[in-house]
């Protein structure tokens, strides 16, 4: 799979993840404040996330983008497809992440949710875009709600109770 992607929407660009913005993914994903809604919410160091990304690069079925502000070139938080599978034309949506706090609740997130999502089912040619997310995350649960994310069943994993919602194509 192709991981050097630019996804264009109106006020944003979904950049391929690149090696030199890694270490800003993990100072996000060690912020209490979003490590919180995560399923493996534990801190990680930087040879873990080494390891993350040597193993990133060489899967198929999974893609993270960075998320660009295009008015001034920031890089904000990331957002993901994975658990791709061309066969059955689904995958799983994930990794949302808006790690720079003074660019949260400005839509910045619902765009980039639908840039990830069209780039699937039109370039991917998925059919179903599915997400678990925590139950008492309401926040996110609204959001993918706006976008056309429907409940479909309460699932549980790790012990942890989450809602899995699937995006369909129309």
């Known amino acids: 799979m192709d991981k050097n992607i630019i996804l264009d929407g109106d006020r944003i660009e979904l950049v391929s993840v690149r090696e030199e913005y890694i270490f800003k993914i993990m100072k996000w994903r060690n912020d209490e404040r979003i490590r919180k809604w995560f399923l493996s919410n534990g801190g990680i160091d930087e040879e873990q996330q ?12 999974d893609i993270m983008f ?24 689904c995958c799983e949506f994930g990794r949302m992440t808006i ?62 109770k989450l809602v899995r919602m699937v995006l369909r194509l129309e």
Not at 66 to 89: M, Q, T
Request: glycine share 6%.
């Open 50 to 61: 080494r390891i993350w990304f040597a193993r990133y690069k060489e899967r198929q079925d």
């Open 66 to 89: 960075l998320i660009k502000v295009k008015e001034n070139g920031e890089i904000i938080g990331s957002v993901a497809l994975y658990s791709i599978d061309f066969n059955e034309k």
């Open 99 to 160: 790690g720079e706090w003074e660019y949260l609740r400005k839509g910045y997130a619902k765009e980039a949710i639908r840039v990830i999502c069209k780039y699937a089912f039109e370039q991917l040619k998925m059919k179903n875009i599915y997400l678990d997310v925590l139950n008492n995350n309401e926040r996110a649960i609204k959001l993918y709600e706006k976008i056309g994310f429907q409940y479909d069943e309460q699932v549980e994993r790790k012990g942890i």
